[in-house]
């Protein structure tokens, strides 16, 4: 992993936006760099930057959230870090951000942002916070801890392992290796060494509490239930015989109350008919009057053309005097119209003389006008000129007193201030000063903070330890108290369980809801069976039925076709008559028509003696054939109706005989199914008697027992197998409490260790810091003499005692107005040389301006009197008139003549027409209203004879028996189902006569409903107490069955878990142990003589004196052997202070190549001072260092060491401000 680019944004000290490319060349070229500054500047704050990135903590913050961030600048609203790196994996940037509210420094704090992306692509990879630090790892290979033990090795941590005693260096090993996992594992297989033997002996209690029948008893209980079974079968089948004399006397009550319900139904049916006739009578009427319905509506067709014709004749009758008026009065107008035509066109030839001499004159005005205008144009452009040139050269005479006006104050000013012209010079000198002043006074209040901090600090972790040893002894005692409260709740458990173990209490409630499925499935079968049987009695019944009403239907059918069959000989008798008679009248038609002299079509004869008279011609039998149409029409529809519902037996016949074969089929199903679930529940199985009968009632007495010791059986199951979960769940609980606290105790233990450390380091800390103050404090007394002396000349004699800042701005400002005033006197000189050159030019042109000016008007002058004079010749002859309107105002004139002409010729064509076209429609109308009304007179007798011959008294009366179709159709549809409704119930009540009679035949009992009630309540009863009986025995036996189960079960499971114990015991031997103190000290010697093995490896390329060794009488003690000594063998703790730096170096590279495991480090960021070295010492960690980019690793090393910035080139420098601010510069650096 390597680290290329780092931006961030108000970070403590370093506020404002910064960038670090750390692929710039200077970079890559050294391999090292060193980020420097003064104490507190901010240098290790850039470190926090890229922890902050990439996981969102710091070393020093280890969180960061909505209502807690310490590493935001003071007075800011927002902050954010960002890194790209590269892996193997690809080039990623992790970015993290948080503001407060509206981005004000008064906001309230909201959730930070973390994200992923690829920085080739700029895809998002992940946004949510906890999955930012997942993807991270997966990128990296490295968590949190590992990132701080190999690439960030954070300040103040490279002597910790080595300074350390050796009971504090294990726990301190596996922090910086990440090898806790080894306690762990050695707790936990403690632990599960006392929870496997628990599970022993729980299970061994178990088995010794299960209790067996004996042999004799058992056979007892059997014998016992088989006499027991055949007493409830016997009261079962009295009972279902009770039961079906009870439901026939219900059948006949029944078929009494439907037979009374369809007399009365008779009875209204009767009134409905009856109401009906006047309707009847009134669609016999509509049907004859629809007979004469054709012959009328020619009839009305032929009145109604005459009077529209009629209408016509007097329309056209009363318009042909106005149409004659109007042709009379048309021809006038063209006359009149003619004669304005022709004084126009006398007028147009006078007029267009006149527009021709009008031209010649428009064209000379337009000539002088152009020449005109010219001139005039020329003459307001040269006196604009003149002005303005008059203009230009008072304002330059203006410009030229304002220059010398400024001039003159100018060069007094620079005479007045001549002392500030040594500004010019010196001021970057002075400037120089201040500023190390200003640095100086910064860094001693920063000291003077420090101090302070120091000091507090001290009083803080003297705090902190005694709090720490306060927390120990809590703790401890919280730790004895959840042990008692384990061995409380375990004997709790105990005595809950009783001699029963949780699985025996498992099987219990397993066993009844088995049963009690088994009872519902047995249950549903049933249901299934009864209502099968229900429907195969209905279906039976339904066929009974069908056959009685097919067998009437057919003996309907014969008479109605036999009748049918009569009715239709009947018509064809009286139709041929009807024929006849319509003959005879065609004849007598014809015959009126006849005229003598003219021959017959029909004989050729041209006398004719009866056309004078008519021949009576017989009675026609129009009506009688009308109601055998009805009839026959009725009775059709009749026999039609019987055949479909025939038909419709027949169809329900097949699929009732079908449905029966169904219904057998399921009902043995059902039966099959019935058995299968009593044989599961261990009951004899009892099925009918006789095929198609109900299940005994002693079976559902059975079942319903058994349902309620069932259910009791597992209520209680469950509240016990309920308590004890709560109970193992406490107990569960206080175990997983009682280990944390453990844990915790040992966490406060090293705590307590730290805390004390950190106590000692603390009161060093504040001894160091005042001394550095006390240094500053001399320079700046010093420096601050010779800044007074460099700033007298210019009349300054003290300081001002919030710093140089106002001085220095008052100085610069001094400086600024002095070069100032000096370019503004030679502008100035070199602006007033030019305008008075300009002046005297300006005032020569305005002089030949004037002259040529005068000569411009006097030609104007001349050239508007001859345009006057023509203009004056043009009005006599047609004033302001424009001769092209005039001549267009004369055409106009004769032109709207002709069209007058021509539109008036039109109008009295037209006229013509009209008078012609009324006068031949009305000669037309007159011929056919006298043909029309010869047409009528015939057809209105024909008419009223018909009426006559069809009952109708007048053709008013015939109006009013006409009906609409609709109103006909509805009438006939009621009369239909009237007599459809009369013959349904006829069959009905004969249907349900003879099921009566048929179920008193039957004779199926002679006593009481009463009686039988009481009969088989009392069956009932027994029956109840015999099922309660065989269900107690069963459940005996049934109990007995499953304690030999869980008998067998419970001795295979107590031999598994002994060999169980057995393997998990070996494996505690090992490595097991309460503190995990066992497999710890033993993992961590074997990773303390790899961690030596990678640390020598570094200490080689440091110095060739010293080679680290493992203590033989303590694991965890470090030696050194001495190569200047004769390979003297020595403890580490007698090295010297720089000697200690190059072993806790080694250590520290060593431990950072352990940590990064299988992951390549790229970069290594070292957060230590370096300061106890001396320069041969330090140039050879520096080498060391530099020797890591040999390996392509970049080495980042922060120190404010000064001699450091001599041997490192590459330096990036945080340097401090004003306000605590530092801004940060160097190769790479940028502020965006």
Known sequence: MRILQIRFKNLNSLAGEWAIDLTHPAFLSDGIFVITGPTGAGKTTILDAVCLALYGRTPRLPRVTKSENEIMSRQTGECFAEVTFETRAGTFRCHWSQWRARKKASGELQAPRHELSDAVLGRIIENNIRGVADKVEEATGMDFERFTRSMLLAQGGF?????????????????????????????????????????????????????????????????????????????????????????????????????????????????????????????????????????????????????????????????????????????????????????????????????RAVREYDTKLLEKEAALSALKRELAERENAFTTAQSTHQSLNAQLADIRASLTEVLAALQHTAADQGLVENLSAIQHSCGQLRQLAETGREKKRAVEAALARQQETAKAHMDALALKERQDRETARLEQAVALRRKALAELLGDRSVADWRASLMNAATRSSLLDKTEEARRQYETCLLGIKELEQRQEKRARNEAELTQHLQSAEKEHRRLEAEYEKREAEQAECSRLRAFEEARRHLHNGEPCPLCGATEHPFTGFSVPAPAGPEEHLARLKEELKRSGTGLASLQGDLAGLSREREWVTEQLQKEAATLSEHETHVRECLAALAHPSITPATPKQPLPAALLLTLQNLRETTETERRLAERILQQAEQEDAGLQADMTAWEKARHEANRLELALQTALHHKDSAEQEAVRAERERSSLLEQYTALRQTVLQELRPYGIEALAADGPETLLHSLSERRERWVSREKRRDLLQQKMSALELESRHLASRLLDMEKDLGKQREAARSLSEDREKLRLDRRRLLGDKSPDEEEKRLNGLVEEAEKRLEGVRQTVDAAKQRFAGLTSKRETLDRSIAERQAQIGPLEEDFRLRLSQTGFADEAEYRDACLTETVRNTLAQREQELLTERAELEARLADRIAQLAAEREKQVTDRTREELDETLATLRDTLKTQQEAIGGLRQKLHDNHMVKLAHQERTAAVEAQRRECRRWNDLHDLIGSADGKKYRNFVQVLTFEIMIEHANRQLRRMTDRYLLLRNKEQPLELDVIDGYQAGEVRSTKNLSGGESFIVSLALALGLSQMASKTVRVDSLFLDEGFGTLDEDTLDTALDTLAGLHRDGKLIGVISHVAALKERIGTQIQVTPKTGGRSVVSGPGCSSV
């Open 159 to 355: 002597a910790a392992f080595l300074q350390a005693p050796a009971d504090q260096r294990a726990p301190i090993l596996e922090q910086l290796t990440g090898t806790e996992i080894y306690s762990d594992i050695s707790k936990r297989v403690h632990a599960r060494v006392v929870l496997e033997r628990t599970k022993l002996e729980t299970l061994e209690a178990e088995l010794a509490g299960i209790h067996l029948l004996e042999e004799a008893e058992e056979q007892r209980l059997h014998a016992d239930l088989a006499s027991l079974i055949e007493q409830a079968s016997e009261a079962a089948r009295q009972s279902d015989r009770t039961q079906q004399a009870l439901l026939w006397l219900e059948g006949i009550r029944t078929l009494q109350a439907e037979l009374a319900m369809l007399e009365n139904r008779k009875k209204q049916l009767a009134g409905r008919i009856e109401a009906f006739q006047p309707e009847r009578r009134k669609l016999e009427r509509a049907n004859r009057a629809l007979e004469l319905s054709g012959a009328y509506a020619g009839l009305v067709s032929l009145r109604d053309a005459q009077a529209q014709a009629l209408r016509q004749h007097k329309e056209y009758s009363e318009a042909l005097p106005a149409c004659e008026a109007e042709l009379r009065q048309t021809e006038t107008a063209f006359a009149s119209v003619g004669t304005v035509l022709e004084q126009g066109k006398r007028e147009r030839e006078q007029g267009l003389r006149t527009t």
